[in-house]
């Protein structure tokens, strides 16, 4: 398989921070390739130097074989950027968006309207094209930066956070719009902390954390790598607050977590510890209301590596997220 | 030049242009827009020229000349931080054109805004109140040129590396407000003393003040057409510190 992004040594600083650390990984031409990480981990830095909007400080990075900082013309044209904050024209309309972006992209004249019309109806906004997308809401906005960045038919997509925010429909039509794209042939470059969205969409996943890649693999490797993080999932009634201590007294269980009204224990044995779970409901009076096992899902793996918890921000990193944002994050 | 050359530079044009039509449909055809552009320059033209006994011609060629200089400098510095805020200015950072390409872009929107304003006082001076241009050919290129200049020398300030307008608004009108002073617009050149003549060399204003004298008046200080040559290098010379400074803008991550 060719690689579409080849990443090598890749180091940003701002100022006296550091951001991203000497990162090096590869993307396969026609997968999705998912990048993780808590808030400031560096995520948005490495897509904003991937996407040329910003200087690597050190470091090289080649798309579909052209040097990045050489040659990015012909990167430019066959990518496209749907970023985390939808950036249409407001004072524009559908239609007028997607027309000015065709121009922008050179998009062969006789083409542009039979395109624009077909992602307009794609995305379900072929009725409001005449509406100035100030009226738009959020999900539609999201809709048409996506149906935007893809009207030249770019053969790399980076999308940064694209769900977040969303109605349930919205993001559930963007992420079968992504598969979608996946499968006519678009590599598709994924920046998220939605750790399921990732682990429903893509093929590979690198995990970065305080700006280097802490792990890179499959979901379901990552997952398999570790097994020490499985656990059992049981719902009691009455649901007593005071279930979390004595359950977590349970031999062989390392934590547990209340997850709704579900209490996640996790152990490197979950069957052993099932015949404990009845026994303890027996003498707690409670009933078991649902009993499952489960194996480590991509959420665990990220909290085992990251060691914190989805878009929480460690000291270390909160400093750095101020700074950063400051300076164009 | 190989065919390869003659595509890129088609491309460019279409992308500098498709740049300006969109900012002139989103920005400047809003009535804000028209009406700070004609109205600063009416109210400085008034401030400095009421009771001072001043010809029609006179004060029109000084009109032209603020007009073309506030208006074109002023859309930029506020444009592009707006677009760097609300994230459009990435759109146009990562479409396949070059940076010169998009600044001028920018630069001919903002010429194309400062043209149409100035035809605004220009046609009811001639119409409206009979005033005869000296040379009305002259008039016809001095207003784009400048117009063109003023236009790129405010981009210089739009393109610091910041999101917020209020950051370049401080630097712009510092520097804009004083270089008015000193330009031969309420002063004539022939009239400055040496020293003050040699600091408004200094300033792109007086080469477009000095042009509009020899278009409406029919007379100047310096030679129209050193003026009319000096204001398209003024274009190029503002826009190698404006890409510059989006050079450095990418370094910091505006």
């Not at chain 1, 990443?7 to 991203?20: E, F, P, Q, S």
């Not at chain 1, 079968?176 to 939605?194: S, V």
């Not at chain 1, 979390?244 to 052993?272: I, M, N």
């Not at chain 2, 003023?150 to 590396?161: C, D, E, N, R, T």
Request: proline share 6%; aromatic share 8%.
């Amino acid at each position: 398989m060719e690689i579409a992004i080849d990443i090598h040594n890749l180091t940003k600083y701002y100022g006296d921070l550091l951001a991203v650390n000497r990162i090096n990984f590869q993307v396969k031409q026609g997968e999705v390739f998912g990048f993780l990480g808590p808030n400031g981990a560096g995520k948005t830095t490495t897509q904003r130097m991937l996407t040329t909007l910003l200087e690597p400080t050190e470091g090289r990075i080649q798309i579909y074989g052209h040097d990045l900082a050489q040659d990015p013309m012909p990167v430019k044209r066959q990518m496209g950027l749907v970023p985390e904050e939808s950036n249409v024209y407001t004072e524009l309309t559908a239609w007028g968006n997607l027309m000015f972006t065709a121009k922008l992209y050179r998009v062969p004249p006789g083409d542009r309207e039979p395109r624009a019309r077909d992602l307009l109806e794609t995305f379900g906004l072929w009725e409001k094209r005449h509406v100035k997308v100030e009226e738009f809401s959020k999900g539609m906005r999201r809709r048409l930066s996506i149906a935007m960045a893809i009207i030249h038919r770019p053969s790399l997509l980076f999308l940064d956070e694209p769900t977040p925010g969303l109605d349930a429909q919205s993001a559930r039509a963007i992420r079968k719009m992504i598969r979608d794209l996946n499968a006519e042939g678009t590599t598709i470059y994924l920046t998220t902390h939605q750790i399921e969205e990732a682990n429903q969409l893509c093929d590979r996943v690198a995990i970065i954390d305080h700006g280097q890649i802490a792990a890179i693999d499959t979901p379901e490797h990552l997952k398999a790598a570790f097994q020490k993080v499985q656990s059992v999932e049981i719902a009691l009634s009455p649901d007593g607050g005071t279930h979390g201590e004595r359950l977590k007294t349970l031999p062989g269980v390392s934590q547990a977590v209340k997850r709704g009204d579900k209490w996640r224990l996790y152990t490197e044995q979950p069957s052993a510890l099932l015949p404990r779970l009845v026994e303890y409901a027996e003498k707690q009076n409670a009933k078991i209301v649902s009993l499952c096992t489960l194996g480590p899902s991509l959420e665990d793996v990220f909290l085992q590596i990251t060691g914190q918890e989805i878009g929480a921000v460690q000291h270390k990193t909160k400093t750095s997220t101020g700074k950063i944002r400051k300076g164009g994050r | 030049m190989s065919r390869g050359w003659i595509t890129r530079l088609q491309d460019e044009i279409s992308q500098a242009w498709a740049v300006a039509v969109k900012d002139v449909r989103v920005y400047y055809l809003t009535p804000p827009m028209i009406m700070f552009g004609l109205m600063l320059p009416l109210f400085l033209f008034f401030s400095f020229s009421i009771k001072r006994e001043i010809g029609l011609e006179i004060g029109l060629a000084r009109l032209l000349a603020l007009t073309t200089f506030f208006t074109a400098s002023s859309a930029g510095p506020v444009i592009i931080p707006l677009e760097r805020r609300v994230g459009t200015y990435d759109r146009l950072l990562t479409a396949p054109m070059s940076l010169t390409t998009l600044l001028l872009g920018k630069t001919l929107v903002g010429a194309f805004f400062a043209t149409l304003v100035s035809a605004v006082p220009l046609l009811i001076s001639i119409l409206g109140l009979g005033v005869n241009l000296a040379d009305p050919g002259l008039l016809l290129i001095s207003v784009p040129l400048a117009s063109l200049a003023f236009s790129a020398f405010g981009l210089v300030f739009a393109s610091i590396p910041t999101r917020s307008v209020g950051n370049i608004m401080m630097p712009s009108t510092l520097v804009r407000w004083p270089l008015m002073f000193i330009s031969g617009i309420f002063i004539p050149l022939e009239e400055m003393a040496p020293w003050a003549r040699t600091l408004a060399y200094f300033s792109p204003l007086t080469y477009a003040q000095d042009l509009m004298n020899h278009a409406v008046l029919g007379k100047g200080f310096l030679n129209p057409w050193i003026d009319a040559a000096i204001l398209p290098l003024l274009l190029i010379l503002f826009l190698i510190p404006a890409a510059r400074l989006h050079h450095r803008s990418r370094v910091l991550g505006y």
